[in-house]
């Protein structure tokens, strides 16, 4: 009886720690798969920015609106005239560890009915008065642009209210396509170019974090490791030792 008892706690011993082996070494593996995913979104962003300015309205023409997605990160070229009556001031930005705004201004495209929203640039904001505009000349007519085909704005946090005005925490797509009764796609063009008219453009470069997937994997997969070697020092090594000291 004796004999079968601790039989069948081997046996439970030994699924308990095939288990432990199986679920860390699947996690290590699905951290270096996350890691992969990341290094194919950056090379894709790279290839992206490598090809030569298009034209944003050729661009659609070619790829279409349906995934905006694809389209990210291209470098496009844009004319149009900009609805600087819908301009919006993305406040709580930082830029060089500065506070300032993010400018933001839809412009309507020359040759087409298209309205894209143009990241134009930060500007610091007014430490005497958080709600003085800065005063930014927008320019009357057709204007072109360069820069890159990138995400609606980001959210930073906020209380869940519906902004309103021009000074905003965030930009919620929806709301001001209702607001502004213009359609636009879901994307905006991140514009380039040095200082213009107080306009800082030095964006951040988005990091790929895989060093934090490679040490996550490296824990998960070391864990793994642990469990295996307890098992056999433990399980094999030790009785066998007690055995032959008998």
Known sequence: MKSGRTVARRWMVALAAAGGIVVTASMGLWQLDRARQKLNLHDVRVKQQALAPVDVSSLFAQVGTADPGALHYRRVRVRGQWLK???????????????????????????????????RGWVPRAFTDRTLLPALPTPEGLVEIEGLLAPWPSRIYDFGQEDSGPIRQNLD??????????????LSVQQTGGTDAGLVRDWPVVATGVEKHHGYAFQWFGLSALIALLYVWFQIVQPSRQARSR
Request: glycine content about 4%; cysteine-free.
């Open 173 to 186: 797509r929806d709301s001001y396509l209702r607001q502004t009764g213009v359609s636009m796609p879901d």
């Open 85 to 119: 009556d819908q301009t919006v001031y993305l406040d709580n930005r930082q830029m060089n560890a500065r506070p300032g705004f993010v400018v933001l201004t839809p412009i309507a495209l020359s040759d087409s009915r298209t309205v894209l929203l143009v990241q």
